[in-house]
C-alpha cells in the first residue's frame, strides 16, 4: 500500500559535502541550498557544529546557517554532537538539530569517539536543552544494516538506540544504512523490527547506495508505511569515518521513482537535476546518478 504523499529530506549540503576533497565556501553552499529550496525541498539539512579537526569540510557550517534567508528556506536542520555544537546551532538561529548515534559499537567510537551509552547520556542533555530552547531535534542511527568494522548488526541494536532517542524526545528517527549494505527484504525487516518500539510515522529512512541497493530499499520501506526519505542531491555523500561507503542515494532517483508511482513529494525533477550537475562541476566531478545523466540532454 503506498502513500499518497512523502516528505524528502535532502542532505546534499551537509552528508553530500562533508566527505569531498573540494571544499565549498560559505557563498557556494548558501547558493547550493537556496536552489534546493526553489526546487521545492522543504528541509535541507545545511551543515554540521562538529569539530572542524574531525570535519573541515563543515567548518563554515556557522556562517552558512547565519546568512541562509530564513524566511525562503522553510527547515534547515544541522547536526550536532555535544552541547557545545547545541550552542553554537542555537547562536547561528537554528530551529532545528539532528544528533547522531550509532547502532554498531566501533563506528561510535570512531565516529564520536564514544560509545553508544555515552552518546545516549551524552544526548540525553543535549535534547533535553534543545527541547527547552523550543527547537525541534531529529535523531539518526547509523550503521543500521552493517558496519566497516564489525559486518552485520543486529535488528536489536537499532531498535536500542531508536527506541532510545524517540523516548528521549526526537520528533523522527532517521535510519541510516552508512555502508550502503542493505537489500530489501532485510531493510523492511529491520523497519519492522524498529517500528515495534517507534511508531512508524516517526521513522525516516537514509539509505547509500554503494551496491545499487538503495532505490529498491526505499521501494521496500514505502511499501511498508515510511513517509520520509533523505536523499542528497546528485548522489553525493559519505561519511569520513565509514569506509567503504559511497554516496547517499540521489534525491534526483527517487524523485524519479516517486513521480512514476504518482506520489506526491512537491520537488521540480528538472530543477533538481541541472543542481545536481552544477554542484557536480563545482567538486570537479559528474553527477553520479543515472537520472542526472539521462535527463541533462533534455535541459
Ligand atoms: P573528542 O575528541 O572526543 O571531543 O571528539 P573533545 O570534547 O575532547 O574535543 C576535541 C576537540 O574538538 C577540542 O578542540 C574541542 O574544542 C573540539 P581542541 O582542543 O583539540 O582544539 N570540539 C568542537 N569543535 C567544534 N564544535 C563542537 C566541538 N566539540 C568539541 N561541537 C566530537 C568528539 C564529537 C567533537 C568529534 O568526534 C566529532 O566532531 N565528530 C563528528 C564526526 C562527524 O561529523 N561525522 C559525520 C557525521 S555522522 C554521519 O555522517 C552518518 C549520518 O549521515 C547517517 C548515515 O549516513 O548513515 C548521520
Ligand atoms: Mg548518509
Not at 72 to 100: H, K, S, T, Y
Not at 251 to 261: A, Q
Amino acid at each position: 500500500m503506498y502513500p499518497n504523499q512523502v516528505t524528502i529530506v535532502e542532505v546534499g549540503p551537509r552528508d553530500g559535502l562533508q566527505n569531498e576533497p573540494t571544499l565549498l565556501t560559505v557563498a557556494q553552499k548558501i547558493e547550493l541550498i537556496t536552489d534546493l529550496a526553489n526546487a521545492g525541498l522543504k528541509v535541507i539539512e545545511a551543515g554540521s557544529f562538529v569539530s572542524p579537526k574531525w570535519v573541515p569540510q563543515m567548518a563554515n557550517s556557522a556562517e552558512v546557517l547565519q546568512a541562509l534567508d530564513k524566511t525562503q528556506i522553510q527547515r534547515f536542520p544541522a547536526l550536532v554532537p555535544n552541547l557545545r555544537g547545541l550552542q553554537e546551532a542555537i547562536e547561528a538561529g537554528c530551529q532545528d538539530i539532528a544528533v547522531f548515534a550509532a547502532a554498531s559499537e566501533t563506528f561510535s567510537q570512531k565516529n564520536i569517539n564514544c560509545s553508544i551509552a555515552e552518546s545516549l547520556e551524552r544526548y540525553e542533555s543535549v535534547i533535553k536543552e534543545a527541547l527547552a530552547a523550543k527547537l525541534r531535534v531529529r535523531g539518526y542511527v547509523s550503521c543500521v544494516l552493517g558496519c566497516p568494522f564489525e559486518g552485520e548488526i543486529a535488528f536489536s541494536s537499532a531498535t536500542h538506540v531508536a527506541d532510545a532517542l524517540y523516548k528521549m524526545g526526537c520528533y523522527e528517527i532517521s535510519l541510516g544504512d552508512t555502508i550502503g549494505v542493505g537489500t530489501p527484504e532485510k531493510a523492511r525487516q529491520m523497519v519492522s523490527a524498529v517500528a515495534e518500539r517507534v511508531p512508524i510515522e516517526h521513522l525516516a529512512v537514509h539509505f547509500h547506495d554503494t551496491y545499487g541497493q538503495a532505490l529498491a530499499n526505499i521501494y521496500a520501506c514505502i511499501a511498508l508505511g515510511v513517509r520520509t526519505i533523505d536523499s542528497s542531491v546528485g548522489g553525493l555523500g559519505g561519511c569520513p569515518y565509514a569506509p567503504g561507503a559511497s554516496g547517499n542515494v540521489a534525491t534526483e532517483e527517487i524523485v524519479y521513482m516517486l513521480n512514476g508511482l504518482n506520489i506526491e513529494h512537491g520537488v521540480d525533477l528538472n530543477a533538481l537535476v541541472r543542481i545536481s550537475h552544477k554542484v557536480a562541476a563545482l567538486l570537479n566531478r559528474t553527477p553520479r546518478s543515472k537520472v542526472a545523466q539521462a535527463l541533462n540532454k533534455d535541459l
